[in-house]
């Protein structure tokens, strides 16, 4: 069927019968008597099964949040054309849904050029922003509409939303951001993070979101940088960590993968050891992965031989970061309870 698809795109033929009626049923649209040229994308075929991945386009910000899981956020990356080569690399990896996060994304130069490259080559896009460029983009996002835009929501009012940003107006900008969303009919998400700055805010945030009438979750477990630093553990509110989830196993540097500013692949945001350099080895150095990956998922140091493991809260990779930063067991580990 993906090589009837193909030759029949290929010479620009109706939408094949079988394709008509699975998309009227998944998702009602109409493709009957339509040019199949111009109703569908053919990916090429690859060997490689990432059908995920995550991409810093930039770790800049205009925010400067205390419980920010980034070491540091140096405003540098890819230029504009190889970022266009990373996303066709992407696309060749398999890759159908991104997330684009940063930093802040909104405010990279070539944010816009990006991301109509990867809507251009088929992608289904989630960004993750603090939604205060918002406003500058809802004619984007509202021409070319993005499979969801997820905003960060900091407090319930400018007092103790500044003072977890520490930016004066962040608030402001950040309501302003989502009314144009809402007006422009952009879908949108809410995470409402959960800090020592806010935690009295918790119902005045519920509320926010509930007007807004939009998706929401609540995110209290704050971890450290993703290098081991324990500065973002003093913005937790212990009263609201989570100790319910329990980690079922990740998929990570298997069916996705994360890219950073500067085109190196690891198996997510938070196990980066052992990079692969995209723009140097091209798709080629993502057959490593799965090993490297692996190798990061295994319990080292005190997590060895874990009688708890089968009702651990965090992956490997996290509780390693966790380690690093000498945080409390119960912050990440069973055997604090």
Known sequence: MYQQLADTVAA??????????????????????????????????????????TWEINLGCNYNCEHCYLASRPFEGLSREEKFLMLAMLRDAGVL???????????????RAAYQHAYALGMMIEILTNGSRLHQHVDLLATMPPHKVTVSLYGATAESFDSLTRRRGSFKNTMHGLDAARAASVPFELTLIITKHNAHEREQMRTLAEQYAVPFKEFSNISPTYTGGPDPLATQAPEYLDKTAVFQGCPAGHTFFHVDPHGRATMCKIGRDNPIDLMAEGLDGLVRLPAIADAQ??????????????????????????QAAKAPLNTYCQHGN
């Not at 849904?97 to 944010?111: K, R």
């Open 12 to 53: 620009r033929l109706p939408v094949p019968p079988w394709l008509v009626d699975a998309a009227g049923k998944a998702w009602a649209v109409d493709l009957a008597n339509k040019r199949s040229d111009r109703a569908v994308i053919v990916r090429p075929a690859t060997v490689l099964g990432y059908s995920r991945a």
């Open 97 to 111: 849904w991104l997330q684009i996060t940063g930093g802040e994304p909104l405010i990279d130069p070539d944010f």
């Open 297 to 322: 998922m295994l319990r080292t140091g005190g997590c060895s031989g874990c009688k708890f493991s089968a009702t651990c809260r965090v992956c490997r990779p996290l509780a390693k970061a966790y």
